[in-house]
């Protein structure tokens, strides 16, 4: 097994196939079959994105040529993040998690303010970022069909042109901008959601990707705007809401979603208000 090494920019459709597999994996050993993995192309775009913009953050692990394993750690403005950490299923527990991580969490220490890692409920994985010194906020996911939700009438559409009012929406909220991972999302044929000023939530992929405001009332318009979008008859889930984001109960309740205890969101020093927010998987 040889040490971790930075990942290139030809290896992006191979640490996709490896995360599906793992999550795959994973879903059956907890009997909770998880979402189905991002079309080829949408992961292509956001794996890409990673590597370009922090090349320092991304690792792999190769066992006779083949990875085994994969980390993608993202930096903006001080504010650390994990965004990808997977080993293979037949090489789980031999301490390739554990390299990868400390690598991972290299990447940007010399700047860093706040620290922020989206986890599964592998409890491997909890075990081991709560040892990092991480604080854990255990978090709802809700998913279902939404019925009757109207789009708030002061939520427009947007595009990236938009992006310099994400961006300061997102310092008021965590400290630092998305920048162009917004863009990254968008060309991921996501779509963006705005109320000028106050918030913007990005929703696509049967999922609300980000949503950040700077009061709760605009938040839960967003929310509401976002499950509005939902074409009838199909799901869309909304993640990460821990209690900080008690916010995000009541219009998803109300939309005839089910909640489920899923996972947790750590933290580690200065990561801003983070409220009203959920964060993003990919982008934090």
Not at 21 to 33: A, I, S, V
Not at 72 to 98: K, Y
Not at 104 to 126: N, T, W
Not at 234 to 253: C, F, K, M, R, Y
Request: glycine fraction near 12%; hydrophobic fraction near 45%; include cysteine.
């Amino acid at each position: 097994m040889s040490a971790p090494r930075p990942m290139r920019k030809d290896e992006a459709l191979a640490v996709h196939l490896l995360a599906a597999r793992t999550f795959t994996e994973l879903g059956e050993r907890l009997h909770d079959p998880p979402s189905p993995p991002p079309r080829p192309e949408r992961a292509l775009i956001r794996i890409s994105q990673l590597i370009g913009r922090d090349p320092g953050g991304a690792w792999v692990t190769e066992r006779d040529g083949e990875l085994v394993g994969a980390a993608l750690a993202i930096e903006r403005d001080g504010l650390w993040g994990l965004s990808l950490l997977v080993v293979d299923p037949e090489h789980q527990s031999a301490g390739l998690g554990r390299e990868l991580l400390a690598r991972a969490l290299e990447y940007g220490d010399g700047g860093r303010r706040g620290a922020v890692i989206l986890a599964s409920p592998d409890a491997r994985a909890l075990r081991a970022y709560a040892r990092a010194g991480f604080a854990a906020h255990p978090c709802f996911r809700a998913e279902g069909r939404p019925r009757g939700v109207e789009r708030p009438g002061r939520v427009r559409d947007g595009d990236a042109g938009d992006i310099p009012v994400t961006d300061r929406i997102d310092l008021g909220v965590r400290g630092a901008p998305h920048g162009s991972d917004i863009d990254a999302l968008l060309r991921a044929d996501c779509r963006l959601l705005v109320i000028d000023d106050r918030g913007y939530a990005v929703v696509g992929g049967g999922a609300v990707r980000i949503l950040a405001a700077l009061d709760e009332e605009a938040a839960v318009d967003l929310l509401r705007a976002a499950l509005a979008t939902v074409p009838f008859g199909e799901e869309i889930g909304v993640e990460w809401i821990t209690s900080h984001q008690d916010w995000a109960i009541a219009p998803v309740l109300d939309a005839g979603l089910s909640l489920t205890v899923d996972g947790a969101l750590f933290v580690r020093g200065d990561v801003g208000p983070f409220r009203p927010y959920l964060p993003s998987g990919a982008y934090l």
